[in-house]
């Protein structure tokens, strides 16, 4: 897995790659929280992820929790065809409500 970021304005574009899977988890909750941690505006894009588990959108869930409670902003701005198909799975796209699913690669 790997997590770049770049942030200008207080808004945080963050960019997975890989795989997001219970042997990653840790790395991603923290660099996730980090993230947040830095910027009032999280913009996540999942296009790049070539598998990802349960794990993984619960740390998803508890970061769009997180940001709601801290007045902050987060959203997925585009997701691989991977996390579509576990969103679709497992009717996790109404956790992500302005998530766009046009924004699918």
Do not use: W
Not at 12 to 18: F, M, T, W, Y
Not at 24 to 39: R, Y
């Amino acid at each position: 897995m790997q997590f770049n970021v770049e942030i200008k304005d207080d808004v945080c574009d963050a960019v997975v790659e890989g795989e997001l899977t219970i042997y990653h988890v840790n790395e991603f909750k923290k660099e996730l929280e980090e993230a947040i941690k830095q910027a009032s505006h999280v913009n996540l894009n999942l296009a790049s992820v070539s598998e990802i588990d349960t794990s993984c959108f619960q740390l998803l869930i508890q970061a769009q929790t997180n940001c709601l409670e801290n007045d902050k902003k987060f959203k997925l701005v585009s997701v691989s065809p991977a996390v579509k198909e576990v969103m679709e799975i497992f009717g996790l796209e109404r956790h992500f409500d302005d998530f766009d699913n046009r924004a699918i690669n």
